[in-house]
């Protein structure tokens, strides 16, 4: 499996660099349909690997002023609670069951990533590829909001269940939940889209370290030397794809990317709805 593992973890990484957002939500399939994986241990895995990839790619885009450590640590703490249920509640789930909803989360990151290439944010994405990107501000700050008001209220409460949601998210599939923390920190938080892209990897960083302290205590058997070459093939992606977003249209990467992640959840509805009835 360990030569299998190398292009596998490449792809993983080289789309998590180019995409910022969506691109680890292959590392679950790949690791049942390709390498084997039980879907139990592929999704407790996923968070060793995805987090470790997150991480790395987020001192890339550190060193380039695109991650807001401050906010993305608030951001990722507020999710830890939800990492925690949604790892209890995982390991509940049939193994059919969790592979039927993996692949209709798949289906929704598609559609995410679709309304992404459709709107202005779009045009962000492509900023952050060019090489002049690292040397402009990268935008505005978030203010986080202030006492009193009802508009203020509002906020912090889409803030909580945006990072309560995602943690949610990360513990039950074992994702970075990269699609659903860019929009939020855009949204929500006023980053521009280079900056969200960025600060997302730290939130996915911490979020995914939180889920898996959360299964270290169950008795899912993880193959350590697979996950560790894995790891490293999808960290040396993750380079890759930084050098692949500034060189080719994002919206292109984005629009390829949907495709094949939809017909990924497609094989694995074939693969997994028999197993219900």
Same mark, same amino acid.
């Given at each position: 499996?360990?030569? &299998?593992?190398?292009?596998?973890?490449?792809?993983?990484?080289?789309?998590?660099?180019? $995409?910022?957002?969506?691109? =680890?939500?292959?590392?679950?399939?790949? +690791?049942?349909?390709?390498?084997? *994986?039980?879907?139990?241990?592929?999704?407790?895995?996923?968070?060793?690997?995805?987090?470790?990839?997150?991480?790395?790619?987020?001192?890339?885009? *550190?060193?380039?002023?695109?991650?807001?450590?401050?906010?993305?640590?608030?951001?990722?703490? $507020?999710?830890?609670?939800?990492?925690?249920?949604?790892?209890?509640?995982?390991? =509940?789930?049939?193994? #059919?069951?969790?592979? =039927?909803?993996?692949?209709?989360?798949?289906?929704?990151?598609?559609?995410?990533?679709?309304?992404?290439?459709?709107?202005?944010?779009? *045009?962000?994405?492509?900023?952050?590829?060019?090489?002049?990107?690292?040397?402009?501000?990268?935008?505005?700050?978030?203010?986080?909001?202030?006492?009193?008001?009802?508009?203020?209220?509002?906020?912090?409460?889409?803030?909580?269940?945006?990072?309560?949601?995602?943690?949610?998210?990360?513990? /039950?599939?074992?994702?970075?939940?990269?699609?659903? &923390?860019?929009?939020?920190?855009? !949204?929500?938080?006023? /980053? #521009?889209?280079?900056?969200?892209?960025?600060?997302?990897?730290?939130?996915?960083?911490?979020?995914?370290?939180?889920?898996?302290?959360?299964?270290?205590?169950?008795?899912?058997? +993880? #193959?350590?030397?697979?996950?560790?070459? %894995?790891?490293?093939?999808?960290?040396?992606?993750?380079?890759?794809?930084?050098?692949?977003?500034?060189?080719? #249209?994002?919206?292109?990467?984005?629009?390829? %990317?949907?495709?094949? $992640?939809?017909?990924?959840?497609?094989?694995? !509805?074939?693969?997994? +709805?028999?197993?219900?009835?």
């Amino acid at each position: 499996m360990l030569p &299998i593992a190398i292009p596998a973890g490449l792809l993983i990484g080289l789309s998590l660099g180019a $995409l910022g957002g969506g691109g =680890s939500i292959l590392t679950v399939p790949v +690791l049942v349909y390709l390498l084997h *994986q039980s879907p139990h241990a592929a999704t407790a895995g996923s968070l060793l690997i995805v987090g470790i990839t997150a991480a790395g790619g987020m001192i890339a885009h *550190q060193r380039a002023g695109r991650v807001r450590l401050a906010p993305g640590i608030a951001f990722g703490v $507020l999710g830890v609670a939800g990492a925690y249920a949604g790892t209890r509640l995982s390991s =509940s789930i049939p193994p #059919d069951l969790l592979l =039927s909803l993996f692949a209709g989360l798949m289906l929704v990151a598609a559609a995410a990533m679709l309304r992404r290439r459709r709107g202005t944010a779009g *045009q962000h994405e492509r900023a952050a590829g060019s090489p002049s990107a690292a040397g402009r501000a990268p935008g505005r700050r978030m203010a986080w909001p202030r006492p009193g008001g009802r508009a203020a209220v509002r906020r912090g409460l889409k803030i909580i269940a945006a990072a309560t949601g995602v943690g949610l998210l990360t513990g /039950f599939f074992g994702v970075g939940g990269g699609f659903v &923390i860019v929009p939020a920190l855009v !949204l929500a938080l006023g /980053f #521009d889209m280079p900056t969200a892209v960025g600060t997302s990897l730290l939130v996915i960083a911490i979020n995914s370290a939180a889920a898996l302290t959360a299964r270290l205590g169950s008795h899912v058997g +993880l #193959d350590w030397p697979l996950l560790g070459v %894995f790891t490293v093939a999808a960290l040396a992606g993750v380079l890759a794809g930084n050098h692949v977003a500034s060189r080719v #249209d994002a919206s292109r990467l984005t629009a390829g %990317f949907t495709v094949l $992640l939809i017909a990924v959840a497609a094989y694995s !509805l074939a693969r997994s +709805l028999p197993g219900l009835v």
